[in-house]
């Protein structure tokens, strides 16, 4: 099970990336843009406010392309 933390261009790349290479379902995307709803066909959660808030076995993928804020985050 795993999330995507970013949904922007960057983040279709990483999508397409771990479709081609693994079966495992994105199940979620996580951004700080509230405006929006979904990301190519994945529900969209929302701010990502802490790890309690996913299931303890899940992957977070971070899909965020800027380096200086991929780096601080």
């Not at 099970?1 to 979620?28: P, R």
């Amino acid at each position: 099970m795993k999330y995507i933390f970013g949904a922007s261009g960057h983040a279709k790349v990483v999508l397409e990336v771990i479709n081609s290479v693994n079966d495992e379902l994105v199940l979620g995307v996580f951004d700080d843009n509230k405006h929006i709803e979904s990301f190519l066909g994945i529900p969209f959660l929302g701010k990502y406010k802490n790890k309690k808030s996913l299931p303890l076995e899940a992957k977070m993928v971070v899909s965020i392309g800027d380096n200086k804020i991929r780096k601080k985050l």
